[in-house]
């Protein structure tokens, strides 16, 4: 894997990680983390780099799920951050 990818995919898992750790239900919070923990293991031995290109994607589009379903925060937790 060449530098900047591997870069790639580690900056992926850990927005993934952070994201995955803004669920305010400790049972979706879990699930995700280990949704994400564990699908980086099962890919962690993938070389082909159109592979790795497509599993990026996958965790891309991952990540736009992930921060779409996170509850929203209202105005008064805003403010305090």
Not at 26 to 31: Q, V
Not at 38 to 49: G, H, Q, T
């Amino acid at each position: 894997m060449a530098a900047s990818t591997r870069a790639q995919v580690l900056s992926l898992y850990r927005i993934l990680m952070k994201e995955s750790k803004k669920f305010p239900s400790y049972n979706y919070r879990t699930y995700a983390l280990r949704r994400v923990q564990d699908a980086f293991r099962a890919n962690r031995s993938v070389e082909d780099p159109k592979m790795v290109e497509q599993l990026l994607n996958q965790g891309r589009d991952n990540l736009d799920i992930i921060r779409r379903q996170r509850a929203p925060q209202c105005e008064c937790q805003r403010r305090r951050a």
